[in-house]
């Protein structure tokens, strides 16, 4: 049964500071992973998505990786900001639009 | 284009009631699935459908019934409402692996 789990679990920084999310796997039978935002009260937004074939993608000031072998990705904000602090979580595939596996999600806080 | 829309927003029940939650898109997309989120906790998919006529169970089904007459529209039911469902419910609908959500529906049962 494919698990995901991600750490940490909640985070404070300070404006402008470069920070990465983890996120692990625990079947490398995926077809894609996605990282999406979710602000508080609202639904999901989602912020980049990784085929199984590609190693990255990037959107702005966001980077994210995928290591299929090690059931692994991180998700990496550059130059945060107090509009970055949200909800972010990770979210498996294993085929189709609907039968994704969410992790619990990375809590994160930038302070001005 | 409204996107996914999701109704009520917010819904108190009593222990043993049953009630339906509404959600709609207007992006003809195929599939259409429920999610519940509980505090620290990932969403976790409850029913889905494929199209119109066809839908599935998934990880957490027990006590909720899904219906899909249309393309628009995917409701959730809850034949007799118990406190285990307090929970925020999310329906999503996917083109391809886009998956696009609705904001929510927050359902305390005491």
């Known amino acids: 049964k494919q698990e995901v789990t991600q750490i940490p679990a909640a985070l404070s920084v300070p404006e402008g500071e470069n920070l990465v999310l983890n996120c692990s796997f625990t079947d490398s039978a995926i077809y894609n992973l996605q990282w999406f935002r979710q602000d508080p009260g609202k639904g999901l937004t989602s912020l980049l998505l990784?085929?199984?074939?590609?190693r990255e993608q990037t959107s702005g000031r966001l980077n994210a990786s995928l290591d299929k072998s090690s059931g692994r990705s991180t998700l990496y904000i550059a130059a945060s900001q107090p509009g970055d602090s949200a909800t972010y979580l990770c979210?498996?595939?294993?085929?189709?639009?609907?039968?994704?596996?969410f992790g619990a999600g990375t809590r994160l806080f930038v302070k001005a | 284009n409204a996107g996914v829309t999701q109704t009520p927003k917010f819904q108190v029940l009593k222990t043993g009631q049953s009630m339906t939650l509404q959600c709609a898109q207007d992006?003809?997309?195929?599939?259409m699935s429920w999610y519940r989120q509980d505090p620290g906790m990932g969403l976790r998919l409850i029913h889905y459908s494929v199209g119109a006529g066809i839908t599935d169970q998934g990880e957490v089904p027990n006590g909720y019934n899904v219906s899909r007459s249309t393309t628009e529209d995917f409701p959730l039911r809850l034949l007799s409402a118990a406190p285990s469902q307090t929970s925020v419910y999310f329906c999503s609908t996917s083109r391809g692996e886009t998956q696009y959500f609705g904001p929510g529906t927050r359902l305390l049962v005491l």
């Open positions: 990784i085929q199984s074939s590609q």
């Open positions: 992006m003809n997309h195929e599939y």
């Open positions: 979210a498996v595939q294993r085929g189709g639009g609907f039968k994704t596996i």
